[in-house]
């Protein structure tokens, strides 16, 4: 079960966002992420549970930040309920989407997973909710997505196979580069992995 933590930053200006301390194991269901987040000063921010099917389908998410939570699901498309502070006010989502993304690096682990992309590289059009910090307001993104390499590192415990996305913001056009080894991401805008007390999870 990979435990450790990512440091989270602006991917323009590099300024400190968060720590987000996590573990992540595959699991009967599928696999399953959990995370608690602080800020740089060590105040918490915010939590993050994912589920996924066999398949990389969301069968549940809860996310935590700036006092709002959202709750989600694969049904329909993608649907979601999300309450204000005061836990007055729950606003609840519909949308033809295929997953959910976000700041946390799980979406990431979770889209590769979803899509199973294979070499030689071929780009895959994904549709996905994605939940923007503070305040988790929800805002539909198109991407694409191919895999342009997959390399073996010798480690101590055996070879770690690490695969390079690239990913396309359809909207913006705007081109980056994910690397991912088994269900922890290695290096991606904003993501820097600072900590891995137990080597990468591999998926059957």
């Known amino acids: 079960m990979p435990r450790g933590r990512y440091a989270l930053h602006d991917p323009h200006d590099h300024t400190p966002l968060a720590h987000e301390d996590f573990q992540c194991a595959p699991g009967p269901s ?59 006010h729950a606003t609840e989502g519909n949308v033809q989407a295929h997953a959910f993304t976000g700041t946390s690096p799980a979406f990431l682990v979770a889209t590769a997973r979803l899509l199973r992309l294979t070499l030689p590289p071929s780009a895959t059009r994904v549709r996905l909710v994605a939940f923007t910090d503070p305040v988790l307001a929800p805002r539909t993104v198109d991407q694409s997505w191919a895999l342009v390499e997959r390399e073996a590192h010798a480690t101590d415990n055996g ?6 996305y690239q990913v396309t913001a359809l909207d913006t056009g705007e081109r980056h580069t994910v690397h991912i080894a088994g269900d922890v991401v290695l290096a991606a805008p904003g993501v820097e992995l600072e900590d891995l007390a137990s080597p990468p999870s591999t998926f059957p």
């Open 30 to 88: 599928g696999w399953r992420y959990v995370s608690q987040l602080t800020t740089p000063t060590g105040d918490h921010s915010g939590s993050v549970d994912l589920t996924l099917d066999d398949l990389g389908r969301p069968l549940r998410l809860e996310l935590h930040a700036g006092g709002w939570q959202v709750r989600g699901a694969a049904l329909d498309g993608v649907t979601w309920v999300r309450t204000d502070p005061t836990g007055t």
């Open 159 to 164: 070879p770690l196979i690490v695969d390079e």
